[in-house]
C-alpha cells in the first residue's frame, strides 16, 4: 500500500511539474538556428508568469532595447522583461505578451510545454504569426 501510495503521489508531482513554464529556457536565433539567449521564466506575487533575458548567447547590435516603444526602451537587454502577464489556463499560458528586443515589438503570446521544451507563440488577431521551440536549461 506504500508503495502504491508513494508510486501516485510522484506521479501528480511529475505530472503537475510538467505543465509548468517556471525556469530558463534557451531561445533560438530564427535566422541563425544558433542559440540566442537564456530567458528566465518565473511567476510573481500577481500569480502571473514573466520572463526575462538572463543571459546573452550571442553578441547583440546594441546592448539596450532601443526599438522598444514602452518603459523597456533603451533598457538593458541584460534583465529586460520580455514576457509580461501570462496566466494559466490548463496546459496552456496566455493572455500576456512577449517582446521581440530586435524589433521593438510586442504581440500576444500563448505558450504551451512539451516535455523540455517550450512553444512560444506570437499571436496576431488571435492568430500564430510565428512560433519558437525555447529547450530547457538545467
Not at 544558433?34 to 547583440?60: A, C, H, M, T, W
Not at 496546459?91 to 512560444?120: A, H, Q, S, W
Request: charged fraction near 30%; proline fraction near 4%.
Amino acid at each position: 500500500m506504500k508503495k502504491l501510495l508513494l508510486t501516485f503521489v510522484l506521479s501528480l508531482f511529475s505530472v503537475m511539474s510538467f505543465a509548468q513554464i517556471e525556469g530558463k529556457w534557451r531561445t533560438i536565433d530564427d535566422e541563425t538556428g544558433k542559440p540566442k539567449s537564456i530567458v528566465e521564466i518565473f511567476k510573481k506575487p500577481d500569480g502571473k508568469y514573466y520572463g526575462k533575458i538572463n543571459q546573452l548567447l550571442i553578441k547583440p547590435e546594441n546592448n539596450n532595447c532601443v526599438k522598444c516603444k514602452d518603459d523597456r526602451k533603451n533598457k538593458p537587454l541584460l534583465g529586460l522583461e520580455i514576457i509580461r502577464g501570462l496566466s494559466k489556463d490548463g496546459n496552456e499560458f496566455g493572455g500576456g505578451t512577449i517582446t521581440n528586443p530586435k524589433d521593438g515589438k510586442t504581440y500576444k503570446t500563448e505558450i504551451v510545454r512539451d516535455g523540455n521544451t517550450l512553444k512560444v507563440k506570437a499571436l496576431i488577431l488571435g492568430i500564430a504569426v510565428k512560433t519558437q521551440t525555447w529547450h530547457k536549461v538545467d
